[in-house]
């Protein structure tokens, strides 16, 4: 409207067109008032939002730009604006290392490429964990597609402990990534419960149009890894109480950097700290535990306890052999 030479806009004008245009677009019936027509023209006029609109009032009650030429549409972003802009892209772009969706990496290219022609090129200042020898990386983008668009997948699949692959028909229903490992969370048609399908152990998949997809009911996915660490899990495995007690000169690292949201300090003295976590007992908490090696000692449940005693003791023998040896 303010571009329009062919007519003079009063403030009324305004108020009646953009009133109209809300309705049509949105349905909105109130219509709109004066007071929020003034505002925006004082908020377009402003440098808040990078505008600097060169509107002006002819004979105190006609509203137009001054420059013919100007739209808010073909406003240059400020450096700030840029530098901002080359940070977001600076972090998407490690995202697409796996080519997770070719459309968005296409974009981010192009986006990074009109940002560097207009301003100067500096390095990526964020970093996220990743390993791009990650095998099975390149299943993602198809894989996300069959369980947005519910396809049923033949897969042939052969785990760490199988001697041969075998050819299955799954229902896919979740992509979940773990220390840099994806996974696919699926329900096999001849059996029953969840499955959980390591990405790189997957030999080849295709999509079985023809295959009625079954939705799994009764799980909220949204939450149906809250309770654990890693993926190693069955709908009947539940939370336990699992009690840990660290030497002090670690339990800082413990408290700023929680082994799991549930976890909160019972107790501390002079020499420890004693933490609790409700967590499902699986091999990925076990490896978490051991990772901490002679900084931790856990203290509940039993059957815990044993595993970690028994696997303490084998890797201790693993020693005890070399030094016999020499």
Same mark, same amino acid.
């Given at each position: 409207?303010? !571009?329009?030479?062919f007519r003079k806009w009063t403030l009324e004008d305004l108020i009646e067109k953009v009133s109209s245009a809300l309705y ?14 003034? +505002?925006?023209?004082?908020? =377009?006029?402003?440098? !808040?939002?990078? /505008?600097? +609109?060169?509107?002006?009032? $002819? ?5 137009? /730009? ?18 901002? =802009? ?8 490690? @995202?697409?290392?796996?080519?997770? @969706?070719?459309? =968005?990496?296409? =974009?981010?290219?192009? #986006? ?19 390993? $791009? ?9 198809? #894989? ?12 042939? /699949?052969?785990?760490f402990k199988a001697q041969l692959s075998q050819q299955g028909i799954y229902y896919p229903y979740l992509l979940k990534e ?11 048609? $001849? ?7 390591? #990405?790189?152990?997957?030999?080849? @998949? ?22 654990? #660490?890693?993926?190693? %899990? ?6 336990? %109480?699992?009690?840990?007690? @660290? ?23 002079? %020499? ?22 002679? +900084? ?12 970690? $005693?028994?696997?303490?003791?084998? +890797? ?11």
């Amino acid at each position: 409207m303010f !571009k329009n030479r062919f007519r003079k806009w009063t403030l009324e004008d305004l108020i009646e067109k953009v009133s109209s245009a809300l309705y049509e677009l949105e349905g909105i019936t109130t219509g709109v008032s004066k007071r929020t027509i003034q +505002a925006d023209i004082q908020l =377009m006029r402003s440098d !808040k939002l990078g /505008y600097n +609109a060169p509107i002006v009032v $002819k004979d105190r009650r006609f509203y137009l /730009y001054e420059d013919t030429t100007y739209s808010i549409t073909k406003v240059p972003i400020n450096n700030t604006d840029v530098d901002k =802009m080359k940070e977001i892209v600076g972090v998407l772009k490690q @995202f697409t290392a796996f080519n997770y @969706f070719d459309d =968005m990496s296409d =974009m981010i290219a192009r #986006l990074e490429n009109n940002l560097n022609k207009s301003t100067r090129q500096s390095g990526n200042h964020i970093q996220l964990e990743s390993n $791009k020898l990650v095998k099975g990386l390149s299943c993602i983008p198809a #894989l996300y597609q069959a369980i947005l668009n519910k396809r049923s997948l033949l897969i042939e /699949y052969k785990s760490f402990k199988a001697q041969l692959s075998q050819q299955g028909i799954y229902y896919p229903y979740l992509l979940k990534e773990y220390r840099n490992r994806w996974f696919l969370i699926v329900k096999a048609k $001849k059996k029953n419960g969840l499955m959980t399908l390591a #990405l790189d152990r997957i030999i080849e @998949f295709q999509e079985l149009p023809n295959e009625e997809f079954i939705a799994y009911q009764g799980i909220d996915f949204d939450r149906y890894f809250d309770d654990l #660490l890693g993926v190693t %899990k069955s709908e009947n495995d539940r939370a336990q %109480k699992v009690i840990l007690e @660290f030497e002090n000169t670690h339990s800082p690292y413990v408290i700023t950097k929680p082994i799991h949201q549930s976890q909160t300090v019972i107790s501390k003295n002079e %020499k420890s700290t004693v933490f609790r976590i409700d967590v499902v007992l699986n091999f990925e908490l076990e490896r978490e535990i051991l990772g901490f090696g002679e +900084a931790v000692k856990v203290i509940a449940p039993r059957l815990l306890v044993n595993k970690i $005693k028994r696997r303490l003791s084998a +890797a201790s023998n693993h020693y005890e052999q070399d030094i016999s040896c020499s």
